[in-house]
């Protein structure tokens, strides 16, 4: 208590105390802190205008910018060991997250400074409660190591709860936003929960996204789709469900559900993401509709798909390559088919001429 009367007696917006708190803020968190404004009051909180958290080396650029943060606190749980803040606030804010070679996350080596110094790495003394963190008009990138963007999020808006201890940390947030430069278009809704055991395992999560008025804008899987079966309208489909259900630990992405269905071809399956390279390896299926599929160029191909008894031809083919060039075997598995179909061909001609 006598830390908080002395603070609560000390001058707190003069530019020696935003520098000295900044300072000590980095310090923390193994990167660069800026702020151009500080108002802190010890029994109402904290307000930061104008504030920048740089990558942890060797990263670079900014990992957050915001126009403002706004905390709100209180006091007297400390008395029991627990730091409660009842809100949190984001307005405005940039937030780019990239892992490095290796996939580990610029977020996840804030204060790795710190924790490299000690040979096993302290738990977190208190437990700390975030009954409210939230998001106001935010963009959220997510980029591959090469810097390529895997999503965009424009006007996000975020309402999650964290609670942290010695044995872990916990996180559940809803989400929505524009999505876009995904090679989808859209507004995302969101639900995630990240979880960390003790304070030097990595995190863990799951959770899944709805694209609702879904668009496929500059989709590098549908634009090698139409290349590849030579139907340009694959390149831009309406699909009328985007559906992603998502695991995260070891530096992938796992989705067991990838959902992507139209009336006129529909495109799904499962697989994983590697963070580190982009690297993608996933078991796909596309589904023509019959209309879709006569048209064909070379009518040997379409035994390629098989009959689904819906109304649609089936062709399972795996996707490869990177986020940024992908690759599918589908070309094989056409020429085998036009080649089994040709062989059916000559053989139904020979039978003919001799019985």
Known sequence: MGLLGGLALRRLDTPEFKDSLTRRAGAALGTTVRVERLELGVLSGLRLEGAAIGNPAPLRGDLLTADAI???HRLWPLLAGRVVIDNLELRRPNLALVPDARGIFN???????????????AALPLRVTLERFGIEDGTLTVSDATRT???????LAVNASVDAGPEGMRSDARLRGALSSSGFAGTLFAEARVERRGSAGLPTGQGHADVRDCRVERSA?????????QLPELARPELDECRVEFRLGGGRVVTPVVA???????????????????????????????ELLGRL?????RAAFKDRGDGYGVL???????????A?????????AAADEAAKGKLKGILGKVF
């Open 260 to 290: 992507l269905k139209g009336k006129p071809v529909q495109v799904t399956g499962t697989g994983s993401l590697a963070l580190a390279t982009g690297a993608l390896d996933y078991e796909m299926e596309l589904a023509l509709r019959a």
């Open 316 to 326: 399972a083919f795996k996707l490869g390559g990177t986020t940024a060039k992908p």
């Open 149 to 155: 963007a895997l999503l965009r999020l424009d006007r």
């Open 70 to 72: 706004v905390l709100k």
């Open 221 to 229: 899987l549908f634009s090698l789709l139409a290349t590849t079966l």
């Open 328 to 336: 599918t075997d589908i070309p094989a598995r056409l020429a085998k």
């Open 107 to 121: 977020y996840e080596r804030l204060g790795g400074a710190a924790r490299s110094k000690a040979a096993v790495p």
């Open 297 to 301: 160029s070379v009518k040997e191909l």
